[in-house]
């Protein structure tokens, strides 16, 4: 079994190809075919993750036992050049549910497919989106405009971001149905970033929900 400085030691076929360096970009695991199922992974290959906790609720069920309490986080994680994760997490702390939220949000990594943003633009460097897309959750959909440079990001402060933390500086957005939800209006705009990103797996990722965190 392969360890690293860390001390972690890969549990997956994919794990042990990062660790023993036969691959060593998130763009090569994210082609690779293999599923991300690890996310000391994504911490050897895209150091300094920064992350980003966009919605904080309590959520409430009822059990054989009784009513049981949660905290249920919806966390964005990204280096904000290109790589991008959403998920949500649950947990009887607060603590813990961002913990478990930011974890599979590593699972859930993609590339954004940026661009200049317009054709007159003349910046060499990726600050846009190389195309409109759009992503839906529950009602709310959003739309991602590329943008030339000086624009800005004309979005919301979730979907801001979001944007920021992928690498998007400058585009225009639209968003419909009930957006004060920041769950869906978060997941909506994630799930526009996956619909044009350029590197995926299986499936494009392997979809972790909220229910993997309990």
Not at 76 to 99: F, K, L, M
Request: net charge negative.
């Amino acid at each position: 079994m392969c360890a690293n400085h860390d001390g972690w030691e890969p549990q997956t076929r994919l794990g042990r190809k990062v660790a023993e360096g036969d691959i060593d970009t998130m763009a090569d695991a994210l082609n690779s075919g293999l599923p991300l199922k690890e996310p000391e992974l994504v911490d050897q290959l895209l150091p300094g993750l920064e992350d980003e906790v966009l919605d904080i609720n309590m959520v409430q069920r009822m059990t054989d036992s009784g009513r049981r309490v949660k905290f249920r986080c919806v966390v964005a994680i990204g280096n904000r050049d290109g790589y991008v994760g959403y998920a949500e997490g649950r947990d009887d702390q607060v603590g813990g549910a961002i913990q478990k939220a930011i974890d599979i949000a590593k699972l859930n990594m993609i590339q954004v497919n940026r661009g200049a943003g317009s054709w007159e633009d003349r910046s060499e460097r990726p600050h846009s989106l190389a195309r409109r897309t759009k992503g839906k959750a529950g009602s709310v959909e959003v739309e991602l405009i590329p943008a030339p440079t000086g624009l800005g990001l004309a979005a919301t402060d979730t979907v801001r971001k979001i944007l920021e933390l992928g690498g998007v500086e400058n585009a225009w957005t639209k968003s419909h149905g009930n957006t004060r939800t920041t769950l869906n209006l978060a997941k909506a705009t994630y799930n526009a970033l996956e619909n044009a990103a350029e590197s995926r797996g299986p499936r494009g990722r392997t979809d972790y929900s909220e229910e993997v965190a309990e």
